[in-house]
């Protein structure tokens, strides 16, 4: 039996957990930094950090002592390395350093991406990297600040096949919502709202889906774009009258319709490439993947001969259980990180995974 600790700050959460052979998560703390961002309308950097600073040593005593073991019982401290923001990452990286380097644990570097996608089998009979019939995968990654198309081929290959050229989707949400002044984050109280008007009430554009522009290269077939979203939105309310007058009805309408074609592009696009890629299983995870619409259509209008998978609510949001799920691939292997580990806001475009 392995115990992998797992440490996540790659943003505005600051997660542990403890993580039994990759799937059975045995303790998972979160401490969130909402309250401390929402006056902003979105994530500050350092302002993140500094939380960070506060929270990582009582969030991770609190997972080892839910899971009522030592550090010395730990089998390795996994901590996600990239990508985020980087004043995020180091305080996790340098906080697991120290950890690993106390306790006499192997370290090791996890990429944020990969443990979402991990994320996805926890608490769950199915092995994500030991089941050859999951491949090819194709992963639909939607959070606060990344929305990426990842293929997992048969050779345990992680290939990054289509991103956002601008705003991620939760972008779109949040800054709909600032513009709105509906409060921060914004997925969730445009989701609350949306359910009260319809998805086709207004024609919001569907960028690098059309037969002009940018969408013409074959490069961008699989990339995605949401500012133009955010302007359409803004001029929308000008002809309106303003935000007075965007209320009532008018105003569940004008969400239900902006919120549509955040969830149409994204599962559009997702099912594309699963179909030009011959994958055999889509997954949807990350932040955004909470949201019920996008759950809904991800999970029911997909082609009928591609077997799909959506994360668990609890798993979608940056958590440490996702990263010792992976960090557990990465032991059973024998590979490992060292005190040269560093915080990337990138990562490349492929990826070996043990």
Do not use: W
């Not at 009522?68 to 180091?90: W, Y």
């Not at 074959?218 to 302007?231: E, Q």
């Not at 939105?233 to 000008?238: C, F, N, S």
């Not at 209008?301 to 259980?321: E, F, M, W």
Request: aromatic fraction near 8%; charge should be neutral.
């Amino acid at each position: 039996m392995a115990l992998i600790l797992g440490i996540e700050t790659s943003c505005d959460e600051t997660s542990a957990a403890v993580v039994e052979n990759g799937q059975k998560v045995i303790s998972c703390s979160v401490a969130t930094q909402i309250a401390k961002h929402a006056p902003y309308g979105g994530v500050i950097p350092e302002l993140a950090a500094r939380e960070h600073l506060t929270a990582i040593n009582p969030v991770v005593e609190e997972a080892l002592q839910k899971a009522n073991i030592t550090p010395e019982q730990l089998s390795a401290v996994a901590v996600t390395h990239a990508p985020g923001l980087i004043p995020a990452l180091l305080v996790g990286i340098n906080f697991a350093k120290g950890f690993a380097n106390t306790y006499n644990l192997p370290l090791i570097g996890i990429n944020h991406f990969l443990a979402h996608i991990c994320g996805t089998f926890l608490d769950n009979d199915t092995a994500a990297l030991d089941d050859p019939s999951l491949y090819p995968m194709l992963a639909l990654v939607v959070s606060g600040g990344h929305t990426s198309i990842v293929l997992l081929r048969e050779d345990k290959v992680a290939q990054l096949i289509g991103t956002t050229l601008d705003d991620a989707a939760g972008e779109a949400f949040d800054k709909a919502a600032k513009l709105l002044n509906l409060g921060y984050p914004g997925g969730p109280v445009i989701e609350r709202l949306a359910q009260n008007g319809k998805t086709d009430a207004f024609a919001f554009p569907r960028s690098l889906t059309g037969s002009a522009g940018k969408a013409l290269d074959p490069a961008n077939r699989f990339h995605f774009s949401f500012s133009g979203l955010k302007t359409a939105l803004l001029y929308h309310v000008k002809r309106s009258g303003g935000l007075e007058k965007l209320e009532g009805q008018f105003l569940y309408d004008t969400l239900a319709s902006y919120q549509e074609a955040i969830v149409d592009v994204l599962c559009k696009k997702a099912f594309d490439a699963a179909k030009v890629y011959g994958a055999k299983t889509a997954i949807l995870c990350g932040g955004v993947a909470c949201n019920g619409a996008l759950r809904t259509r991800f999970l029911e209008s997909a082609p009928k001969d591609l077997r799909v998978i959506a994360a668990q609510k609890k798993y979608c949001t940056d958590n440490g259980a996702m990263v010792g799920g992976l960090g557990y691939y990465y032991y059973r292997a024998g590979q490992f990180g060292d005190l040269s580990l560093d915080a990337k806001a990138r990562l490349p475009l492929e990826t070996r995974l043990p």
